[in-house]
């Protein structure tokens, strides 16, 4: 337990869907991270949230779409994705954008069939 | 941007034996840290080592960030050590995110 929770762990969609992915941190962080992994490349960041307003947008497609109601919620919508979208979705946290460890949660696995 | 190289990029290891793994970055770091990525997926801190060495039970880790290395140390390697490693840095300038190395994957047999 990390204190970083996603859900859902594993999630499988068509091209079509529309579905979200949740992450919850307890440890009294304000900076939250998306980061991509896919098979054979490194993590690639994808978003960054600092005191709730979004630092980093890493050339994101615009079918991902990132929210963050408040500094321990952070959320990532998906609609019409391809295929190779399909990875493994990591959510982190740091106390703050500029210090501190990061800390990950379990990850979601996506599927886009 | 920063670059990160992981060496070496697959390591095979029997139970027991100690082993060194490397990581080379481009540019001065604010932040370094290695993690553990296990079968599930998750990504577990290792070490936060900016500069200097620190140790865990049978890990260690050295950061000589004047060289822009650092080592993680591993030593009576367990099966439960396998999986694949990762480190990761932040450069100097404000407010950048970690940036990952491709990894080692470590496979520790009995």
């Known amino acids: 337990e990390t204190g970083v929770t996603q859900t859902p762990r594993h999630l499988v969609m068509g091209m079509t869907n529309k579905k979200s992915l949740k992450c919850e941190q307890h440890?009294?962080?304000?900076?939250m991270y998306w980061y991509k992994q896919s098979a054979k490349k490194p993590l690639e960041l994808m978003f960054v949230y600092n005191f709730k307003e979004q630092t980093e947008n890493n050339s994101v497609p615009s079918r991902f779409s990132p929210e963050c109601p408040n500094s321990s919620h952070l959320f990532l919508h998906l609609h019409t994705l391809q295929p190779e979208d399909s990875a493994l979705y990591l959510c982190?946290?740091?106390?703050?954008?500029?210090?501190?460890?990061?800390?990950f949660g379990e990850g979601s696995r996506l599927t886009v069939l | 941007g920063i670059q990160v190289e992981q060496s070496p990029p697959d390591l095979i290891l029997q139970e027991g034996a100690n082993s060194t793994l490397r990581c080379n970055f481009s540019d001065s770091v604010n932040n370094l840290q290695w993690f553990h990525q296990n079968p599930w997926g998750q990504l577990i801190n290792l070490f936060y080592?900016?500069?200097g060495t620190k140790q865990n039970g049978r890990l260690s880790a050295t950061t000589v960030a004047t060289e822009r290395y650092s080592l993680l140390y591993i030593s009576s390697s367990q099966t439960t050590d396998s999986g694949v490693y990762f480190c990761a840095v932040e450069d100097n300038q404000a407010g950048t995110a970690l940036i990952f190395g491709k990894g080692t994957t470590l496979s520790v047999s009995s």
């Open positions: 440890l009294g962080h304000n900076a």
């Open positions: 080592i900016p500069s």
């Open positions: 982190a946290s740091s106390p703050d954008q500029s210090t501190g460890e990061l800390f």
